[in-house]
């Protein structure tokens, strides 16, 4: 029997009982859901509304918010529920393609690092404690000042430049932990060939470490984007809700006292962060028993 | 008593290429990117009124950018300088030099931010070791939520709560600034009350935002050592609460703390970056942000790598103390 | 006739709360312990005893808590004392070394103000110069030099960890030492020292009770023993008296099992598992397992302890009942 004959229904069954786990954990469920909410919500608001509403002028500036427009206008009369459903979904775009680009090359590079051994491990493992140490924010500062990045994919590009380093590390560690486990030495004594022994018995518990190190990726590339875009360095063109709030800041929102410009996308990132912690919480008591119920 | 050769040797070359990497970054990055920074410089000589009598200015500028020698040549004599201490001149600040307005700045982010991060880690380890110690209660609860949301959310974000609340709507607190505008500086009680109450602001979204960390890990590191033998045998020696929890359980528990703390503290330099812009505090994190969106290169290069510098030394410094503390450092691997 | 000093009646203590607690220990009575013994607790991991010996000290944390039963010390009953007054009883009057002292010693306090602590919380403030004596005579009691006062937990070895953890626990002269497993995880030579500890305690007239499931130190210390069971206690006698003619189906086993260095004997165990005690048999507790089973009467009925002899307890369906 191949491998690969057996795979399909394999998989199938693999994936539920994988999936059964995160989803049992009360933690994982709430921010799943609020995540849910996050996406869809958002999503169908930009399908079921007219892009005019995004218009320099559609409407007059500064209304509060009225049937007409149920979280007013800004100063230069676009439609503000308009921007925070595009908004939303700008700065998951941002932290899905960072924290995917960050978690794969940690992930290889951390993989790599821990099985080799010697010296490619203190090599990796010096370049990744330099990135680590190396005020990041600072640097993502000047190089999208300089960069001047214009749209969403640029954006996730450049806060990917520091984002692998921390699942490097991560994943390193959890790797060099499992390499010692016995289940390992089993596998070898039992005549199992390296890459064998990498997909079956490795990559299922690395699997879980890298979806808690993916999320937690996610919620560090959303803070950095929207602390980024606070001062203005953001992606200019395209709406996130950190640029929402540069732009607001930056009007005098407060000010004029315009609060429903500046405190829907406060309130959006506000729950965001949490979806995304409840998640990685629920993860992490799904892996370490020993954490539930504390 | 010894640090292993090979963890010294490590540290060392992380330190150093931390340095190396930044300064050569540094240099690199403005000097890569579109746009020739001479460009820069005489659209705002031009501003300032005028392109007559530039001419020898903007070829002193050539000359300090040494912009009339080849990348690597630049490069070396840059080098040269920062080994010198001189750190040149800003452009946007002309006449003052880049050690000038660094060494003015950083004593506000220093005193912002030193006191901050201490206060609030006595605070928050505080209420997390009492949090822990009476265990499951209403109370308990109420407090460990408020410091999860004070965890959770960032720093900028309790900044702009923060500024609407007190600066618009009550109208208590100044928004922005270090002290009000015009006036001069001096060692007076009036000019050290205007500072405190611009700086009351800035230090309560710091505290805030930090506090909660502090409280969460404290009670989480008491919650567990509850559990430790010797915890069992203090209570069974008939001791009084109060010593069991603070010579006992607070005594052990706050080691993981103290290092925080000092983690904590190797890293203001570098940064509340966005809660100085947010305020227009005076500190060394609005003079990098001013700096880079002014494209004002001779002082980025300064403040980023005396940042740098500062962050990586106190991380060196203590990554040679952790030995020390743990012995299990002191016999090699993690 | 000794006098009695400390009375268990009817101990029980459960683990959670709710429809399915563990039912750690039931109606646990060990009688009047004397003054001037050495009492032994012996049973398999995990049968209770330590529940047992925290309960006297009302030292369980949750969710272990203390069902019923009496507690006699002094003729006061230790279960309705006031949290303050058991304070005061601690350690002065009966003293705990835990088990893995290794554990017990707080890592980052000298041994000197571990020991000087309890002292000043019993009797006040003392002078440095009396507490440096009274301590350092009793590390000598237990064979440590004086040089171990000023030392850090982490600088002694196990057995010295031991040591001093019996040390702490008898240097205010309480009447009654609980030690739970004190010589688990030492070598044997350091174990003969901490029995031979135990047997000069016992020789000044003070109380000892012995929990371990090393029948071996048993034999070698314990004037009489209690045999416990899936927190029941199944037998108590004069140790020789149980070692030699064991009455209790289960005791009878537990000494069979007992590797001999003469005899040729095959190596005997008693077969099945020890119950789960969230829902532990009906009626006797060992009956799943027990050779001699009365069908309808041990899984019935719970045995009730008989006196079949002078100061010869047995909870079994065989004898008496």
Same mark, same amino acid.
């Given at each position: 029997m191949t491998l690969k004959s057996a795979l399909p229904g394999r998989l199938a069954g693999r994936l539920t009982s994988f999936l059964r786990g995160p989803f049992s954990n009360r933690n994982f469920d709430t921010g799943f859901a609020m995540f849910a909410i996050l996406v869809v919500i958002p999503l169908l608001g930009v399908l079921l509304s007219s892009p005019d509403l995004l218009r320099v002028g559609n409407s007059s500036p500064a209304l509060p918010p009225s049937p007409d427009h149920l979280l007013g206008t800004d100063v230069l009369g676009r439609d503000i529920l308009a921007q925070l459903f595009v908004g939303t979904l700008n700065?998951?775009?941002?932290?899905?393609? /960072? /924290? /995917?680009? *960050?978690?794969? /090359? *940690?992930?290889?590079? *951390?993989?790599?690092?821990?099985?080799?051994? *010697?010296?490619?491990d203190d090599t990796l493992r010096v370049l990744t404690d330099v990135f680590l140490s190396i005020p990041s924010l600072m640097f993502l500062v000047l190089i999208s000042a300089l960069v001047r990045a214009v749209t969403v994919e640029a954006m996730a590009m450049i806060i990917a430049i520091f984002a692998w380093a921390w699942p490097a590390r991560q994943i390193r560690a959890q790797a060099l932990s499992l390499k010692e486990h016995e289940f390992v030495y089993m596998a070898r004594l039992s005549g199992m060939g390296s890459f064998e022994l990498i997909v079956r018995e490795l990559m299922p518990h690395m699997l879980q470490w890298m979806i808690a190190n993916f999320v937690n990726a996610f919620l560090s590339a959303i803070l950095t984007e929207t602390g980024l875009s606070i001062l203005g360095l953001g992606p200019q063109t395209e709406r996130t809700l950190g640029m929402m709030l540069w732009w607001a800041l930056n009007s005098a929102a407060m000010y004029r006292g315009l609060w429903w410009w500046w405190a829907p996308p406060v309130f959006v990132l506000i729950f965001s962060f949490f979806s995304l912690y409840l998640m990685h919480a629920g993860l992490e008591e799904v892996i370490n028993p020993k954490l539930r119920g504390r | 008593m010894?640090?292993?050769?090979?963890?010294?040797?490590?540290?060392?070359?992380? #330190?150093?290429?931390?340095?190396?990497?930044?300064?050569?970054?540094? #240099?690199?990055?403005? $000097?890569?990117?579109?746009g020739d920074p001479m460009s820069v410089v005489i659209a705002r000589l031009s501003e300032m009124g005028g392109l007559r009598g530039a001419e020898p200015m903007v070829e002193e500028y050539k000359r300090m950018f040494g912009l009339d020698k080849g990348l690597l040549d630049q490069y070396v004599s840059y080098v040269r300088e920062v080994m010198r201490g001189d750190l040149g001149y800003s452009i946007v600040h002309f006449p003052a030099t880049v050690s000038d307005l660094i060494l003015q700045a950083i004593p506000w982010t220093i005193g912002l931010l030193g006191t901050t991060t201490v206060l609030s880690w006595i605070i928050g380890t505080l209420l997390g070791a009492l949090a822990g110690w009476s265990g499951e209660s209403k109370l308990q609860s109420i407090f460990s939520s408020a410091a999860l949301f004070l965890y959770i959310v960032p720093y900028y974000i309790f900044a702009v709560m923060l500024v609407f609340l007190f600066a618009y709507a009550l109208r208590l607190l100044p928004a922005s600034g270090g002290y009000t505008a015009g006036l001069v500086p001096a060692f007076t009680l009036d000019f050290a009350m205007d500072v405190v109450q611009h700086s009351i602001l800035p230090a309560s979204t710091i505290i805030l935002s930090s506090l909660g960390w502090w409280f969460l890990s404290m009670r989480?590191?008491?919650?567990? +050592?509850?559990? !430790?033998? #010797?915890?069992?045998?203090? !209570?069974?020696?008939?001791?009084? !609460?109060?010593?069991?929890?603070?010579?006992? @359980?607070? $005594?052990?528990?706050? &080691?993981?703390?103290?290092?925080? &703390?000092?983690?904590?503290?190797?890293?203001?330099?570098?940064?509340?970056?966005?809660? !100085?812009?947010?305020? @227009?505090?005076?500190?060394?994190?609005?003079? +990098?942000?001013e700096a880079i969106t002014t494209l004002d290169y001779p002082l980025i290069q300064g403040t980023v790598l005396i940042i740098v510098m500062a962050v990586a030394t106190a991380n060196f410094a203590i990554e040679m103390i952790y030995p020390l503390i743990d012995p299990r450092i002191r016999h090699g691997g993690e | 006739m000794h006098d009695g000093v400390l009375e268990v009646k009817d101990l029980t203590a459960y683990y959670g709360t709710g429809s399915n607690p563990t039912r750690a220990v039931e109606k646990a009575s060990l009688g009047i312990i004397r003054r001037g013994e050495v009492f032994g607790i012996a049973g398999e991991s995990a049968c209770g005893k330590t529940t047992l010996a925290l309960s006297i000290l009302r030292l369980l944390k949750p969710p272990g808590h203390i069902r019923g039963g009496e507690v006699r010390f002094d003729g006061t009953n230790l279960l309705e004392l006031g949290e303050e007054e058991m304070r005061l009883i601690r350690w002065k009057k009966i003293s705990y070394v835990p088990q893995s002292s290794m554990n017990a010693l707080n890592p980052v306090m000298r041994v000197r103000d571990q020991m000087s602590d309890c002292i000043e919380a019993h009797e006040g403030r003392q002078s440095n110069e009396e507490l440096d004596n009274r301590i350092g005579e009793s590390l000598r009691n237990v064979g440590l030099s004086y040089e171990v006062i000023r030392m850090y937990p982490h600088e002694l070895s196990g057995g010295m960890k031991q040591r001093v953890a019996i040390a702490m626990a008898t240097i205010l002269d309480p009447e009654v030492l609980i030690a739970d497993e004190p010589t688990t995880a030492l070598d044997v030579i350091v174990q003969r020292g901490i029995l031979q500890l135990l047997k000069e305690i016992r020789d000044r007239m003070r109380t000892v009770l012995l929990i371990t499931h090393d029948m071996a130190a048993q034999a070698e210390v314990s004037d009489r023993v209690a045999i416990m069971y899936a927190g029941r206690i199944a037998e108590i006698g004069k140790t020789e008296s149980v070692f030699k003619d064991p009455l209790h189906p289960y005791t009878q086993l537990l000494i069979q099992s007992i590797p001999q260095l003469r005899a040729r004997a095959k190596l005997a165990w008693i077969g099945g598992l020890p119950p789960d005690l969230r829902n532990p048999p009906k009626g006797c507790r060992f009956n799943p397992r027990c050779p001699r089973l009365i069908a309808g009467t041990c899984d019935v009925k719970e045995p009730r302890p008989a006196e079949v002899e002078p100061d010869r307890f047995v909870a079994c369906h065989l004898y008496g009942d």
């Open positions: 700065s998951l775009e941002i932290g899905l393609i /960072a /924290a /995917a680009i *960050g978690t794969a /090359a *940690g992930a290889i590079i *951390g993989f790599v690092s821990a099985y080799y051994g *010697g010296i490619v | 010894a640090i292993p050769a090979k963890y010294l040797i490590e540290r060392l070359a992380i #330190f150093a290429l931390t340095i190396l990497v930044s300064v050569t970054v540094i #240099f690199l990055v403005p $000097r890569l990117t579109p989480s590191m008491i919650t567990t +050592t509850k559990g !430790e033998d #010797f915890l069992l045998m203090a !209570e069974a020696k008939g001791l009084p !609460e109060g010593q069991i929890l603070w010579r006992y @359980a607070f $005594r052990n528990a706050i &080691l993981p703390q103290v290092t925080g &703390l000092a983690i904590s503290l190797s890293r203001i330099v570098g940064g509340a970056l966005i809660t !100085e812009v947010v305020f @227009a505090y005076p500190g060394i994190g609005s003079l +990098t942000t | -």
